[in-house]
C-alpha cells in the first residue's frame, strides 16, 4: 500500500508563495494520476491541479489557474505544487492524493490514496 506525505504548508501574507510537496513511500509504476485537493472549514474537499503519468500532463481547477503549478519528479516519487500570488480564500488544508488510470475523475471519492494534509493559511 503506498503511503503519501504532504509538508510545506504554512503562513503566509496575500501575495506570497508556498511550494507543497507530496512523497510518495514507493515507486509509482503505470499509469496513474497524482493530484492537490483542498478543504476550508464548512467546505467540501475540491480539486485543485492533478498531473498524469502519462507525458505529465496537467490540469488545473479555474481559480488556481495561472497562480500554482503542479510538478512531478518520479526519481524522488514526489509531486509539487508551487502556488504564487496567494490570496485569504486559498486558505484551507491541502492534501494530496492518487489513482490509477487517467486524470478525468475531478471528484474526491474517484481518488484511493491520500495523505494526511498540509495547513496553508493566507492572510490580509
Known amino acids: 500500500q503506498v503511503e503519501l506525505a504532504e509538508s510545506g504548508g504554512g503562513s503566509v501574507q496575500a501575495g506570497g508563495s508556498l511550494m507543497l510537496s507530496c512523497e510518495a513511500s514507493?515507486?509509482?509504476?503505470?499509469?496513474?494520476?497524482m493530484a492537490w485537493f483542498r478543504q476550508a472549514p464548512g467546505n467540501k474537499r475540491e480539486m485543485v491541479a492533478r498531473i498524469w503519468s502519462v507525458r505529465d500532463m496537467t490540469y488545473y481547477d479555474h481559480p488556481v489557474k495561472d497562480r500554482f503549478t503542479i510538478s512531478r519528479d518520479n526519481a524522488k516519487n514526489t509531486i509539487y505544487l508551487q502556488m504564487n500570488d496567494l490570496k485569504p480564500e486559498d486558505t484551507a488544508m491541502y492534501y494530496c492524493?492518487?489513482?490509477?488510470?487517467?486524470?478525468?475523475?475531478?471528484?474526491?471519492?474517484?481518488?484511493?490514496?491520500w495523505g494526511h494534509g498540509t495547513q496553508v493559511t493566507v492572510s490580509s
Open positions: 492524493a492518487l489513482r490509477g488510470g487517467t486524470c478525468t475523475a475531478v471528484s474526491a471519492p474517484n481518488y484511493d490514496t
Open positions: 514507493q515507486v509509482i509504476t503505470n499509469n496513474n494520476c
